[in-house]
T-cell receptor, first 110, second 114 residues
């Protein structure tokens, strides 16, 4: 089976840096995704990690350690519009099936 | 990037009626599509995997006779909620992977059953 854990809520200040952690257990691993979701909208893709290490894309970076079953999403220079839910999702081997964590609601305050 | 559409974007129906939701991949072919359900302030729960030309695979706890899935072509999957009840009111989202394993999500369909 699969199990994905991430914090329920986080609060950070505009302009700051925030790290959202995700731990997972899966019987077959084919990559880890981070998605951003604003209320009432579909998720939008942020990052995909399949190998260990850090992937940087603008203000967003994502890290993966397969041996530890651990990932984090790093958001720099926080903006008010970054207030959203951030979903960690794991894709299993053989079929693209992706299971989502419960999501972390990030509140960015002025 | 690839585009996935859903129709309708929202629907209100009476209890006991059936509702069909369409999911289309607009610029790529998808032999597999996924259907998710999301309740307020909760994450996406995978309901089923839609397979083109064969039966859908349902997740544990999802009633296949209530949530009928048809994947008739490489660009279209439909989800029919049969005999809908108020507890079926939710946000239904489909997704389709491309060859690079990235999931493209549809905009979602908000179903309200009165």
């Amino acid at each position: 089976g699969q199990n994905i854990d991430q914090p329920t809520e986080m609060t950070a200040t505009e302009g700051a840096i925030v790290q959202i952690n995700c731990t997972y257990q899966t019987s077959g691993f084919n990559g880890l995704f981070w998605y951003q979701q604003h209320a009432g909208e579909a998720p939008t893709f942020l990052s995909y990690n399949v190998l260990d290490g850090l992937e940087e894309k603008g203000r967003f970076s994502s890290f993966l350690s397969r041996s530890k079953g651990y990932s984090y999403l790093l958001l720099k220079e926080l903006q008010m519009k970054d207030s959203a839910s951030y979903l960690c999702a794991v894709s299993s081997t053989g079929g693209f099936k992706t299971i989502f964590g419960a999501g972390t609601r990030l509140f960015v305050k002025a | 990037g690839a585009v996935v559409s859903q129709h309708p974007s929202w629907v209100i129906c009476k209890s006991g009626t059936s509702v069909k939701i369409e999911c289309r991949s607009l610029d790529f072919q998808a032999t597999t599509m996924f259907w998710y359900r999301q309740f307020p302030k909760q994450s996406l729960m995978l309901m089923a995997t839609s397979n083109e030309g064969s039966k859908a695979t349902y997740e544990q706890g999802v009633e296949k006779d209530k949530f009928l899935i048809n994947h008739a072509s490489l660009t279209l999957s439909t989800l029919t909620v049969t005999s809908a009840h108020p507890e079926d009111s939710s946000f239904y989202i489909c997704s389709a992977p491309d060859r690079a394993y990235e999931q493209y999500f549809g905009p979602g369909t908000r179903l309200t059953v009165t």
